[in-house]
């Protein structure tokens, strides 16, 4: 599961990616865009920008098509609750 945040996927998921293909290992790659975008919004909620949560499985899904991997899945947490 990938937690980096928006601008930040080519950063590090190729190097992650290039560890288990080295390892000879088959995983399941999961982006958890929502934990790496979380912020406080100002009555104290933590909250999540949809751009950057959006920005983040996009980059994901490049990554992945650009190293010839399979993207998995992805992580999503929503509420009807009026939280910002």
Request: glycine share 10%; proline share 4%; with cysteine.
């Amino acid at each position: 599961i990938t937690r980096v945040g928006a601008g930040r996927v080519w950063d590090h998921l190729p190097r992650h990616i290039e560890t288990i293909k080295e390892e000879g290992r088959n995983v399941l790659w999961v982006c958890d865009a929502m934990h790496g975008n979380t912020e406080s919004s100002p009555s104290g909620y933590k909250t999540r920008r949809f751009e950057n949560v959006l920005s983040e499985v996009k980059e994901f899904f490049e990554v992945h098509k650009a190293m010839g991997t399979y993207p998995g899945g992805i992580h999503l947490e929503m509420t009807g609750q009026n939280v910002t």
